[in-house]
């Protein structure tokens, strides 16, 4: 087998047989408990009834045939003396000889020592009492050994997913981050050259730009990402002018970004209190999704709902099945009918909606169906009035 091959099979192995070693060792664990529990229960019970034999093998000794009657030991309480025929004990002796008077007929008139019937009753109910905690603890226990290997088969799936999760995004990114550096370099190299005709210069440039607006965008998405993850990190609370951002946001995504139309319909004077550039970011992530998944038209529309700034990004992209909307903004997600022919790292929408929530708002996707485009909705609180106006 190959090594690359190899060190596959043994790294995605490796957690399966981790666990099934673990829940072995641990099913082991509770089995020897209950065994060990019960067999020291019945060692117990034997003891006392051996005990219990004994003494009354030795008072069947000291006692006479003669003088004898029916009735308690006196110096001891666990004992009787009984007269055939009448309840025998399996651990009575009989009077005078301390014979056992097991396996042996009842003779009339003959005297037996043996534990009364308190006494055998109470070491019953001693031994019942023991075996229901045993079984009691051992239910628990066995509950707590079921939620322990189970929570550690979620954690071992969850960190196989996890693993393969970021094995793929990692050649993601690798591999969004050398595309645009690759066209650059090409651009840069035709122009070093002189080889480059002059009407082309333009239409080149203009690609190079693209290309570098591409990987500074993907670049401040994984600072972003990488600082969400810190819970002592804060998004600034500034106004923000979302009509003139908008705008500006349209214009650029017409010049570095082309497609067949970037519409705007937005309300004049709309404000919130929030993180401009996390808000460029969603935007950017929102405009980037769209134009992955087939989208030649975009509109962006932006005024207020419900008192908050609502803007919707619209495209005719390929769309989704609506149960997936959810699923979307998972990190490393992406649609399942357009993997093949999209590209991207899948941390976009994820990355966008955390912006959103730190700022108070709220970012949604809804579509009708596989080609039927898709909307994506962001809310965000509407900013305070200044005290100029």
């Known amino acids: 087998m190959p090594k690359r091959a190899a060190s596959l099979v043994r790294d995605r192995m490796s957690p399966v047989w981790l666990f099934g070693a673990a829940a072995f060792l641990l099913v082991a664990l509770g089995a020897w408990w209950l065994v060990y529990i ?35 030991v006196q110096d001891d309480p666990h004992l009787e003396v009984v007269k055939m025929p009448g309840r025998v004990s399996p651990m009575a002796h009989r009077v005078g000889d301390g014979f056992a008077v097991v396996g042996i007929a009842q003779l009339p008139g003959v005297l037996v020592v043996q534990p009364t019937q308190e006494a055998e009753s109470t070491a019953d109910e001693r031994y019942a009492r023991k075996r229901k905690m045993v079984l009691g603890e051992g239910s628990l226990l066995t509950g707590l050994l079921v939620t322990v290997v189970a929570m550690l088969w979620r954690l ?40 480059m005709p002059p009407e082309q210069l333009k239409e080149l440039t203009s690609m190079a730009l693209r290309e570098a607006d591409r990987e500074e965008h993907l670049i401040q998405n994984l600072l972003l990402a990488q ?33 067949d139309g970037v519409h705007a319909q937005v309300k004049e004077g709309l404000a919130i209190s ?37 803007v919707q990004v619209l495209d005719d992209g390929i769309g989704f ?24 790292t899948g941390l976009g929408l994820s990355l966008s909606r955390a912006l959103a929530e730190r700022m108070g708002g709220k970012l949604t996707a809804k579509s009708d169906g596989d080609g039927k485009g898709s909307s994506f909705s962001l809310r965000l609180p509407v900013a305070p009035p200044t005290d100029a106006g």
């Open 38 to 72: 019960s067999q020291a229960i019945n060692a117990q019970r034997e003891m006392m009834q051996t005990i219990l034999e004994r003494e009354a093998e030795v008072h069947a000794l000291r006692l006479h045939a003669d003088t004898a009657k029916p009735g308690p």
């Open 156 to 195: 071992v799936r969850t960190e196989s997913r996890f693993r393969r999760e970021m094995q793929d995004f990692l050649g993601r990114v690798t591999h969004e981050m050398k595309t645009p550096l690759a066209g650059i370099k090409a651009v840069l190299q035709t122009i070093h050259s002189g080889r």
């Open 227 to 259: 600082r969400m993850r810190m819970p002592d990190q804060r998004l600034a609370r500034d106004r923000v002018d979302m009509s003139q951002l908008l705008a500006r946001f349209v214009q650029r995504r017409q010049v570095t970004a082309p497609v």
């Open 274 to 310: 929030g993180d401009s550039t996390a808000i460029w970011t969603i935007l950017e992530n929102l405009a980037d999704n769209a134009q992955k998944y087939g989208a030649k038209r975009i509109d962006v529309r932006g005024g207020v709902e419900d008192g908050n700034v609502h």
């Open 321 to 344: 099945a609506p149960e997936l909307a959810e699923k979307l903004f998972q990190p490393f997600v992406r649609t399942q009918g357009a993997t093949s022919q999209a590209s991207g």
